[in-house]
Every structure is written in structure tokens, then in C-alpha cells.
């Protein structure tokens, strides 16, 4: 019998708006009892002010986004600690400039359809992210290629099943 793999540092919830990042990825936290951070925490205020107008974020708006989540990365695992980060992570690009690198970082991809998203997105409020930005998501969307060893979860279900979910396939 061979042991499950080491845990990673760091869990990073992706997919598009609306998929459940921040809810899954507190349980997830709180499940692991490791730290939780919103990807939207390491947003610049010149971002967030695009996205509430409804102006998809460009590459360029991103990338210091993307630096400072993964220099939180980096000082946790300098610290010897893991943690659990909600972050679109949309493109390869973003995932590998996330990862830095480091096979301890793994993604867990919260896969579901543009219909079920956008009636999640319909019933949220007050969050900067209009839904008039969902298809404009699923387009800059590359999902995770199983070189990248994702955790692939289906969203139709409930949050706990969710967590169970992504549990079982972390430690197997």
C-alpha cells in the first residue's frame, strides 16, 4: 500500500466568479485548520473599481493581483505553514505564476455550467463582481490540464459534499 502524498502548502479554489471560491475555500480552511484568504483581499483598489463598473480585467491588471497571492504563497511556505487562497486562476499562466514553480501549490477547480452559475450570481449582493462579467469569465476560462494535477469538483452540490469531495481526492 503506498501513503497518500504530502499535503500541499497551499490550496488555491479557482474557477469563475460565482463558482463558490470563498465559501468552499473557508470550509476547506477551517476543515484543514489552515488559514483562509480571499483572493479578492489581494485585489488593488484600482481593480476592484474596474470590476464594479462592469470592465473585465485585462493581463495587465492582473499580474500584480497574482504577485502579491503568490508572495503570500511564498511566506507561508518560508513559514513552514499551509493555507487555503480563493482565487479565479482562470489561465495556465496565472495558475503557473501562482505556483512559482513548487509542486506544493495545488488548485482545486470548482467546475460548473454558465446556467448555474449565472443564477447563483443573480441572487448575490453587494459584491463588486456584476454578473454582466460572467461570460467575459468563462471566456478568458483554460481549464486545469491534468498535468497541472488538479482537484476537479463539480459545484452541483451542497458546499459540504463540496469539501468531502475535494477532501477524499486531496489525501489519495
Known amino acids: 500500500m503506498t501513503s497518500p502524498p ?22 476547506l480552511g477551517t476543515r484543514l485548520g489552515w488559514t483562509f484568504r480571499d483572493g ?21 491588471d492582473r499580474w500584480p493581483w497574482l504577485a502579491a497571492i503568490a508572495a503570500w504563497i511564498a511566506e507561508l511556505r518560508g513559514a513552514g505553514q499551509h493555507g487555503v487562497v480563493a482565487c479565479s486562476a482562470l489561465k ?10 513548487h509542486a506544493d ?12 452559475i449565472s443564477a447563483r450570481l443573480a441572487k448575490r449582493k453587494n459584491h463588486f463582481m456584476p454578473p454582466s462579467l460572467l ?3 468563462f471566456a478568458t476560462l483554460e ?5 497541472e494535477t488538479p482537484i476537479t469538483v463539480s459545484i ?7 469539501v468531502a469531495n475535494t477532501l477524499h481526492h486531496l489525501v489519495r
Open 135 to 137: 461570460a467575459s469569465q
Open 40 to 60: 479578492d483581499s489581494f485585489h488593488p483598489p484600482a481593480n476592484v473599481t474596474k470590476m464594479h463598473a462592469g470592465i473585465p480585467l485585462t493581463d495587465e
Open 105 to 116: 501549490v495545488r488548485f482545486v477547480f470548482l467546475e460548473g455550467s454558465a446556467e448555474l
Open 6 to 27: 504530502p499535503l500541499p502548502t497551499a490550496l488555491v479554489v479557482m474557477g469563475v466568479s460565482g463558482s463558490g471560491k470563498s465559501s468552499i475555500g473557508e470550509r
Open 92 to 101: 495556465r499562466g496565472y495558475r503557473n505564476a501562482l505556483r512559482d514553480g
Open 156 to 162: 452541483d452540490a451542497e458546499p459540504d459534499a463540496i
Open 143 to 147: 481549464p486545469p490540464g491534468p498535468d
